[in-house]
T-cell receptor
Framework: GQSLEQPSEVTAVEGAIVQINCTYQTSGFYGLSWYQQHDGGAPTFLSYNALDGLEETGRFSSFLSRSDSYGYLLLQELQMKDSASYFCAVRWTGGFKTIFGAGTRLFVKA | DGGITQSPKYLFRKEGQNVTLSCEQNLNHDAMYWYRQDPGQGLRLIYYSQIVNDFQKGDIAEGYSVSREKKESFPLTVTSAQKNPTAFYLC????????????FGPGTRLLVL
């Protein structure tokens, strides 16, 4: 089967750096994506890793290690507006569907 | 502006009633998806469609039906067979390639009276 595991909650202070981990069990996938969702809103795309290594997009970076079945999202210079839920997702090679993790709720404190 | 629209924003269903949620996109995307999100939970795939006139069941298709008669439209019907329909429903689309980013609509919140 396929599954992704994320911590349910993470708390950090404004200006800090936080890492949200995602471990997965899947027989094969094309890449690891990250989405952000504010309360009551729609998920929005943040980052995608097709290959192992680090992808950087402004304050957000994402990392993938296929050999370790592991990835993470790194948020730097945290702002209050970063308080949201973050989901990792994989596109499974066995079909066309995307599998989402349960999400990590990030609380940013002043 | 290109994007995905969903309507209505809120929908109330009576017992035994079928209701249809609208999803339209003008991004010229081939693939479209329906997800269900329960409070504090992740997204679960209901149905997806790779091209017009074709769709497949996702992980929780029971009690739901879809159609894909036009590229731009992918309506979802919540039937009376779905006994616990209260949830946030999200429609998404993607270009259709394997390296796809999904673009989500604003969602429809379905409540049972």
């Amino acid at each position: 089967g396929q599954s992704l595991e994320q911590p349910s909650e993470v708390t950090a202070v404004e200006g800090a750096i936080v890492q949200i981990n995602c471990t997965y069990q899947t027989s094969g996938f094309y890449g690891l994506s990250w989405y952000q969702q504010h309360d009551g809103g729609a998920p929005t795309f943040l980052s995608y890793n097709a290959l192992d290594g680090l992808e950087e997009t402004g304050r957000f970076s994402s990392f993938l290690s296929r050999s370790d079945s592991y990835g993470y999202l790194l948020l730097q210079e945290l702002q209050m507006k970063d308080s949201a839920s973050y989901f990792c997702a994989v596109r499974w090679t066995g079909g066309f569907k995307t599998i989402f993790g349960a999400g990590t709720r990030l609380f940013v404190k002043a | 502006d290109g994007g995905i629209t969903q309507s209505p924003k809120y929908l109330f269903r009576k017992e035994g009633q079928n209701v249809t949620l609208s999803c339209e996109q003008n991004l010229n995307h081939d693939a479209m998806y329906w997800y269900r999100q329960d409070p504090g939970q992740g997204l679960r795939l209901i149905y997806y469609s790779q091209i017009v006139n074709d769709f497949q069941k996702g992980d929780i298709a029971e009690g739901y039906s879809v159609s894909r008669e036009k590229k731009e439209s992918f309506p979802l019907t919540v039937t009376s067979a779905q006994k616990n329909p209260t949830a946030f429903y999200l429609c998404a689309s993607s270009i259709g390639s394997v390296e796809e980013t999904q673009y989500f609509g604003p969602g429809t919140r379905l409540l049972v009276l």
